[in-house]
């Protein structure tokens, strides 16, 4: 399997992760009830995030965090919430994706889903994730 390597590699990742997440059981209400997100507005935002991020382009101007303030004030996002997140990240990533860059992908989500719910003050609950999620943090599994 190939590792994460371009731009158009990201853009692929994306449309994994969100056809993945917008039709969660748990969680895919978020995206199309609550935030009635627009895919063909919010995935080139998003891969202009993760562009930056891995390839350290400068190609992102935005609020990562502050942008989900709003959606915890309509929806009260919870661990469990962001633990299923990090869980289809994780598998949209492993389907795809091998290598240092993939790995980096998934200490990089992981890390600013901690400072993510730290933010936004919900209690990360660390019971709830997974041995991939504590890995990626460096915790012990
Ligand atoms: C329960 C977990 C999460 C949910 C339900 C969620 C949902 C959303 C939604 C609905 C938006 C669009 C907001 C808008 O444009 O008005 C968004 C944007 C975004 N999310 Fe999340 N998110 C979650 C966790 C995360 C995590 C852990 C990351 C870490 C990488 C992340 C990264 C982003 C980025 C980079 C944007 C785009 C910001 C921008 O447009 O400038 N999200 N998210």
Redesign the pocket.
């Known amino acids: 399997m190939p590792d994460l390597a371009t731009r158009a590699d990201i853009d692929v990742l994306l449309r994994r992760f969100y056809s993945r ?1 917008m039709a969660d059981d748990l ?1 895919g209400y ?2 199309t009830e ?2 009635h ?1 627009d895919l063909d ?2 995935l080139p ?2 891969g202009n ?2 562009e930056q991020l891995l390839f350290q382009r400068p190609v ?5 965090i502050a ?2 303030f ?2 915890h004030e309509a929806a009260t ?1 919870q661990p469990a ?2 633990q ?3 869980r289809l ?1 994780d598998e949209s990533i492993a389907s795809l994706f091998e290598g240092p860059m993939a790995d980096q992908a998934r200490t ?2 992981a890390t ?2 901690e400072s ?1 719910q730290y933010r936004l003050g919900i209690e990360s609950d660390p019971a709830l994730f997974s041995g991939a999620y504590k890995a990626a943090l460096g915790m012990e599994p």
């Open positions: 997440a969680i978020l995206f609550v935030a997100l507005h919010h935002r998003i995030f993760w992102y101007v935005g609020q990562p942008v989900h709003p959606l996002l919430h962001f299923r997140w990090w990240w990089r989500a600013i889903s993510m």
